[in-house]
């Protein structure tokens, strides 16, 4: 298996949360060429917040990709020059209060979709949390937090409502980083 040729690239056109580009490449065995979207974001991190009776921190928001309101847990972009840990911790205080003074424990990373997106989704365990501030929502978030025993999680994963691929993969991690 051999990578494929770049032959060219489109300037960016700036999508907000994505920077869209056209890429041309070419087939190493057939030397058919295609042009291929990719689009360039920052990398993303999400937390499992575990608190010290054992709860998880979970969120519940609107999701505009699918009309729906989903079970999360805390996650966003990672900031240029941020360390992915730290950008964790920030997003779990921002959407739901909730701290710890130890270090968040990475779990992970994986590629959320490498047909089109080039970044990676960093995942991390915070032990220990409480509630010790008020969330800072951004302008377009509505979030309320949840908490559930970790069994309970898995069984929401198991019954299908909770289907967001990046917070699947969060506890994929974890099932394998506990066993």
């Not at 991190?45 to 999701?63: A, C, E, G, H, L």
């Not at 989704?121 to 302008?139: G, I, T, Y």
């Amino acid at each position: 298996m051999e990578k494929w040729k770049t032959v060219s690239i489109s300037k960016e056109i700036d999508l907000k949360i994505f920077k869209a580009q056209w890429i041309k490449r070419e087939n190493p065995q057939s030397l058919l060429q295609s042009e291929f979207i990719v689009l360039n974001s920052p990398n993303w991190v999400n937390v499992i917040p575990i608190t010290s009776d054992d709860k998880v921190v979970m969120i519940k928001q609107y999701r505009h990709g699918t009309d729906e309101i989903t079970l999360e847990v805390p996650g966003g972009l990672v900031d240029d020059g941020e360390d992915p840990a730290d950008a964790s911790v920030r997003e779990c205080v921002e959407e739901t209060g909730y701290f710890s003074s130890e270090r968040p424990i990475y779990l992970g990373v994986n590629r959320p979709n490498p047909a089109f997106l080039n970044n990676y989704c960093f995942s991390f365990l915070w032990r220990d949390v409480e509630k010790r501030f008020n969330p800072k929502f951004d302008s377009n978030e509505e979030i309320e937090v949840v908490l559930f025993d970790l069994d309970e999680v898995y069984n929401k994963i198991e019954r299908g409502e909770i289907n967001h691929s990046m917070v699947l993969n969060a506890f994929f991690f974890l099932k394998l980083f506990l066993k």
